[in-house]
């Protein structure tokens, strides 16, 4: 019996006797829907074993999981019991609902305006996700390697494994590290995506450059030029969003109004061309919306107001 399928039978059991973990239960579906042979392997192979489980507890170890079907999150409540056949006692189990994927562990996060979420990879590396940002983790069970692919913004607490490397993918630039914490910035209508380093090390590869970066570095990468320019910054400035913090450090109002709408998922227009380009300082904490906006308006000595569509429009009289 192969290396694989003794893995297959021991977490099996840890299933049964409600012992698994979840990354017990994301290999076992994978490797059930990746291998149509496999149900009748562990038939082949526990009917001549002694019971490892007798009268088991279906609905106790039933598993809740979330997966991606048609670009839409599916609570799939009823996990592995869509097919379940009880020979010598043990319990032979299946999945529904799953497109056929390839021979990896995936894990599909989305988050909507307004919403934030803390996700805990397989490896044990956790991610907070800001609004509006999608997380596509693959693990490569035979190699180790772990790859992210991310739309969006995220900060990584990356778990130490020195000799599997933790990538992030933001299509023209990727981020690579062994263990560290640090936050990404790659909303696709964006034109740069940005790194920003709060421990460890980290490496920032593009098509051009392959920037090792340090603690308390900004690493930006400009989409349609290919250039990477770094500057020294104070890290927790760039990562406080998850405390509901938004620090402006001379950011123009146009790319405020753009956080703000993501962060309160709605629309916010700034109609005077000329209000686009002035610059904020400071820290606004998340709170009302309106009141944000009205610290803003005061500032950029504006105004706003919002229509029946529920946007709202910054204007200069």
Request: glycine residues 6%.
């Amino acid at each position: 019996m192969n290396l694989q399928n003794k893995d297959i039978i021991r977490i099996s059991e840890r299933f049964l006797s409600g012992e698994a973990s979840q990354e017990d239960v994301m290999l076992l579906s994978n490797w059930v829907r990746t291998n149509p042979g496999l149900n009748d392997w562990v038939v082949d192979w526990i009917d001549g074993q002694s019971p490892v489980v007798d009268d088991a507890d279906l609905e106790s170890i039933c598993q809740n999981i979330v997966t991606e079907k048609e670009g839409k999150k599916v609570g799939l409540k009823t996990f592995f019991l869509s097919i379940a056949a009880v020979i010598a006692g043990f319990v032979v189990l299946t999945v529904i609902g799953i497109e056929r994927q390839e021979p990896v562990h995936p894990l599909v996060v989305r988050t909507m305006g307004g919403e934030k979420s803390r996700v805990t990879l397989p490896d044990g590396s956790s991610v907070i996700l800001n609004a509006l940002t999608q997380l596509s983790y693959l693990y490569d069970n035979e190699t180790g390697d772990r790859t992210v692919k991310l739309y969006g913004e995220a900060w990584f607490d990356v778990k130490t494994d020195p000799e599997h490397p933790f990538m992030v993918d933001c299509d023209n630039l990727k981020v690579e590290c062994r263990g560290t914490e640090f936050n990404v910035t790659a909303y696709p209508d964006d034109s740069t995506v940005t790194v920003v380093l709060k421990d460890g090390q980290v490496n920032a590869v593009s098509s051009r450059d392959n920037v090792k970066m340090n603690p308390g570095m900004l690493l930006t990468y400009d989409r349609t030029t290919g250039h990477v320019n770094t500057e020294s910054v104070t890290a927790s400035d760039y990562c406080d969003w998850k405390k509901g913090e938004i620090h402006c450090d001379n950011i123009n109002l146009e790319e405020l109004t753009k956080r703000l709408a993501r962060t309160y998922g709605t629309s916010i227009t700034v109609q005077s061309p000329s209000l686009r380009k002035e610059r904020l300082y400071g820290m606004i904490l998340e709170g009302n919306l309106e009141q944000v906006l009205e610290i803003v308006s005061e500032a950029c000595e504006a105004n706003y107001r919002k229509e029946n569509d529920n946007t709202y429009y910054i204007y200069r009289n």
